[in-house]
Nanobody, 117 residues
């Protein structure tokens, strides 16, 4: 059974920083890309940042320059360093991992990030 566990969310003041972590366990038959999504009240889930196995990254325009995604392939963990947070960043953040072999997608339960003004 594959399991993704997010951590690091919480309440932070505007302008502050948080680092989210997501660790994968179980057999995924080699993780390809890993991503962070978020869903805010009244909005659809959106892609925040993604990183390939080789380290190529991409970011939503709204977070570019403020957030940094990274991964540890040995630990099967993806991180999201978030800085200069604003109330618009308030959302439930989900990590996602995709198998390189089966192309199956796996999702975590989410971790709440709340930014107060």
């Amino acid at each position: 059974q594959v399991q993704l566990v997010e951590s690091g969310g919480g309440l932070v003041q505007a302008g502050g920083s948080l680092r989210l972590s997501c660790a994968a366990s179980g057999i995924i038959f080699s993780i390809n890309d890993m991503n962070w999504y978020r869903q805010a009240p009244g909005k659809q889930r959106e892609l925040v940042a993604g990183i390939t196995r080789g380290g190529s990254t991409n970011y939503a325009d709204s977070v570019k320059g403020r957030f940094t995604i990274s991964r540890d392939n040995v630990k099967k963990t993806v991180y999201l360093q978030m800085g200069s947070l604003t109330p618009e960043d308030t959302a439930l953040y989900y990590c996602n991992a995709n198998s390189r072999i089966t192309h199956l997608a796996y999702w975590g339960q989410g971790t709440q990030v709340t930014v107060s003004s």
